[in-house]
């Protein structure tokens, strides 16, 4: 398997623009939506890589959303006492359960992307990227895409279903993961440490007590690290950004009998399976993961 140093098929050329955006990580222009809604969205870059005083231009962005379809997500549901893991289908929650987000061609800073797409060609993300942009003042850097509408199924207690996708902000594509550090790429990586879920506490070989990371095994293997033997958190380490469906309490009211938080409904988050963010979340020519790697 070959890297592709000029990843995602373009020549590198540096560009330089203006924001007067606020300085913050990357995120999704809209976090929140009822449900039923579809949302024109953006994934908006809001700085570089490190150091600090002079962030690195950020060339590409890799995004992947829960599958529940071909992985199996993990789940976890709040019903006023913190988050608990549940081996419920996801179907026990919502609909559909691919095809969250989907790209949008055109209208975004970068010139060149493509779609991610599981063995059934449901629609899990997209990559985008093809261009250096200077975020050493604050720049917000977009991509734009759609959230689908969700539905919260009926039955369910849940008042909310709030979606984790994995994103991957490349700033140097002649680097892989595998050596990576802040400087070169930056995850914004969702890592389920709640109460219940198999495997955690997730961590790093060292932890950071001031940071509340804990000692343990990685998620997946894009945790995000800012040291060549993957052992020191990195800027974005669980920093996942987020997008929140609530449920329309008008067409589609609670059951009868929900207890959760104090009858208003359980908070359901879901997080792409750490499977999916290691098959989906590397930069391929083609949509399912195939043809020429750009980067991983």
């Not at 608990?84 to 060149?112: C, K, Q, R």
């Not at 002649?174 to 506490?201: C, K, M, R």
């Not at 060292?206 to 060549?228: C, L, M, Q, T, W």
Request: aromatic content about 12%; glycine content about 10%; some cysteine.
């Amino acid at each position: 398997m070959t890297h592709k140093p000029l990843f995602f098929g373009m020549v590198a050329i540096a560009t330089f623009v203006a924001s007067q955006a606020a300085f913050a990580h990357t995120r999704l222009e809209t976090s929140a939506a009822l449900e039923g809604t579809r949302v024109r969205n953006y994934v908006n870059i809001s700085h570089g890589c490190p150091p600090a005083t002079a962030r690195k231009p950020t060339f590409g962005v890799s995004v992947v959303f829960p599958n529940a379809i071909n992985y199996t997500p993990i789940i976890g549901v709040d019903s006023g006492a913190g988050r608990t893991f549940t081996s419920n289908a996801a179907s026990t929650y919502y609909s559909p359960l691919a095809g969250i987000a989907v790209m949008i061609n055109g209208g975004g800073a970068f010139p060149t992307g493509n779609l991610k797409v599981d063995a059934a060609n449901n629609k899990d993300g997209f990559w985008a990227g093809g261009k250096y942009y200077d975020q050493t003042i604050s720049t917000i850097v977009q991509s734009p895409f759609y959230t689908s509408a969700v539905s919260i199924a009926k039955a369910s207690c849940a008042r909310s279903v709030t979606f984790y996708p994995a994103i991957a902000d490349v700033c140097d594509p002649s680097v892989p993961s595998t050596t990576a550090t802040d400087e070169h790429v930056l995850y914004w990586s969702p890592i389920p440490n709640f109460s219940g879920v198999p495997g955690q506490p997730f961590g790093t070989a060292k932890g950071d007590a001031a940071r509340k990371i804990p000692v343990g095994p990685k998620y997946s293997n894009y945790d995000g690290y800012d040291d060549i033997d993957h052992t020191i958190p990195g800027d974005g380490w669980n920093s996942p950004a987020s997008y929140k469906v609530n449920r329309n309490l008008t067409t589609n009211p609670l059951p009868a009998g929900c207890t959760g938080n104090n009858g208003a409904g359980d908070d359901i988050y879901v997080y792409p399976s750490a499977n999916q963010i290691n098959v989906e979340l590397p930069v391929y020519e083609k949509p399912n993961q195939t043809g020429d790697l750009y980067w991983n």
